[in-house]
């Protein structure tokens, strides 16, 4: 399942990896953040949600202040980079699946220029029917599919990455997720 | 053709930007690809079925949405005109303070002018989409569903974006994107009211479904605190889980994608960015929707998803653009829309450029029969007003066959002082633009049926009556002497009824339903009267009168006595391909041998793709030892369509070219096709380049091979 999900997400232009365990992907995010010289600076901080990757809130220090984990339309339109959790991901069209009611989590997923998606492997699900069934909505919600970065072709039909969205998509797999997250 | 829309149409044909870009995308491969390992018939089959449930209970559906989102939290409006859809945003901005609002796509707020409207209560409603801001500033029409600014080029993107920031821009793709990037994220941020559509409403849970590649209605539907979302009820849909089958298929056929960038299906008020409730209004728009689904044949087109599919293969749409619909909604499903949703009167001139090929109604995942609803509101049009005199004459003598072989008879006579070579390459005055770029074939000095009297029968158990068809009837007669050559080779006997005249096509065509039932008629009780086992015809379009659409306008023409005569008539009709593959097969006919093996390239004519008939000639060709060689967009329409040729000049013979430079490109030695129709276009066009490739009847290449 794991390999046509990364197969299509990368077709749709993600970027994917696969971790063994939580310690590994906060170890990867951290280059991460040094790699796009996250600072606090306004238009280069992370906005982090959800507490993914997270035993408890807040609990992993990064020794950088640019690491924002309140996330408000402020800090969020100042990221450069969003860090979510994401519930299941879709091997059919590598899709990654969130129910972002939470408006923290919308935030961080669609304001900044990079979105890192982090995702239990085991909850990678075959398709659209298996999806719709666990997301059957009760109450009032929202959930969020994102295959991809933002993308349009509506000038001649040429794509261009990043109109209004992330322009990167990052999907981190973790086999076991130890954190609960949010 | 009134003057103003004859000038658009060629104004539109100027302009090459929409057809070169989709000539760039090659939609038909890249759309295959996306649908790769789908059972894409059995996916249409059930849109089709959740749709068309839809459409029968449209009342009760919106009822069952209102009341689940209204028990979810949201607050819903049914709204019977786009006068009460205006007033309610217009009220609610006034109550709200709202003077800024942003909107993503949606096609059901351009077809109530929603901004034009907020604009004069002095209400900013900016668009987000990329393609709809690019038409918005340049105070245009969306010319495509799907991408609204498909015919404008970068340069004009680039100036337009330079006026609205004040500088100078370059005209590079990814800088103008970053410009609207930056400015529209402005706008998301300040926005008091965001308004969306819906790709999909679900009664069930009164859920919305709004899909995007650019993550725009994610950010309209979370930044401003009062969320409007405009639904046409055609969008409603039962069941949550019938979700699937539209949203697997609307992203392959509108974009080729297999899934757009972001999808949110959002159910009642969500929180707000200050922690609060967000204010959640859908307005569901009927618009005469209503009234659509109440018409038995009209209901089909609330089958439509808005994919845009149609648009994109179609050959008219790819050469003249959206604007010349002068409405909302573009090519032959929009027609069909604006003759509902606006008025009847605006698309007299639109439903005339359908050359009725049938390749839309082949893609469209709602399984919309687009070319025959057009042809119904010509036959409504023809009905109600009556056809224009010349028109109505001109066909009522071709269906009295005494009159009309007489005038033909005596026109192959006057024709003689312009005829070289079996061609009229040039026509005088105002003729002259009908033979500018493809020679006319004259009328043949000899018709088929005195042809015909020549051959010497075989007495045969096997008997089989030949349909000739008005074209190999005065046209082509050596293309019924081909076939009955070839019949008689197999040891078959052919009968030919002399009472046999146009098989009504025309008539039909220009919608006039009244006329084709009577050339049935008249034909049936000539082709029913003998013992043969089939009736062969070797023309594709014939084939569709006798095959199909006699049984229809008997039918229509409450005809039905004829009906079963019909139906019965059908089943013994074969194309001359099929019967001549199946004699092949049989090994009846006895194939020369010689060293060489000549090159052919086949035209699928659209009649004969209408009834799957692509394999068998093809087929038939190869075992006669003609190496096949495929032209490009082999089964796109070559522009002929009986009177289309005549009345749409223009358009006709752009698809030709594009046809020609298809085939000449293949450098084959022969080009087939079995519709004499398209042999005329093809072979005039041939003829008009010195082309040396020559259009041939397969009948004709094939007896040529037999021993």
Redesign the interface.
Known sequence: MFDLFKL?AE??GSEVHRFKKDADALQFIRGFLKQEEIQDTPGLYAVWADNALMPKAGTVSFENPGVKFLV??DSA?NAKLGITKMDWGMA????VIRNS???ET??AS??PEIHIACLETGQILPD??TI??K????????????????????????L?I?????KRLVILCIDTLESAGQ | MIKEFKQSVDAALQNHNLSDILDRWNYPASRAKAYAGIDIEALRDRIAEIKSTAATKLDALAEQFTQSATAKGAVVFRAKTPQAVLDYITNLCKERNVTRVVKSKSMASEEIHLNSHLAHHGIQADETDLGEWIVQLAKQRPSHMVMPALHLTRQEVSDLFSTAVRRELSHEISELVDVARKELREKFLTAEMGITGANIAVAETGSLVIVTNEGNARLVTTLPPIHVAIVGIEKLIENFEDISPILTALPKSATSQLLTSYVSIITGPIPNTDGTQKELHIILLDNKRTEMARDPKFRQALQCIRCGSCLNVCPVFRLVGGHVFGHIYTGGIGTILTAWFHAWEKTKNLQGLCIGCGTCKEVCPGKVDIPGLLLEMRRRLAAKEGLPFIQKTALQIINNRPIFHAMLRTAALLQKPIVRDGFIRHLPLFLSGLSEHRSLPSIAIVPFREVFKTIKQPASKTKVIFFAGCAIEFVFPEIGEAVVKILNKAGIEVLFPEGQSCCGIPHWGSGAFDLASLAAERNLEHLLRTDATHIITACATCATALKKEWIHVLTEQNKKHLVSKAEDLASKTMMFSEYVHFLLEEKKLLIKDTPEYPTLTYHDSCHARQQGICKTPRSALQKCGYQLKELQEQNACCGMGGAYTIKQPALSMRMLKRKLNNIINTEADYVSAECPGCLIQIRGGLDKLHSKTRAKHPAELILERLR
């Open positions: 299509k077709a749709a408000t339309r339109n059919e069209t590598g899709t009611t939470s408006v919308r935030l669609s304001l659209l029917p719709l069934k997301i059957h909505p009760h109450e009032p919600s929202c959930f969020s599919f994102i295959t991809g970065p933002s993308r349009t072709a509506d000038i001649e039909r040429v261009a990043g109109v209004h969205g992330p």
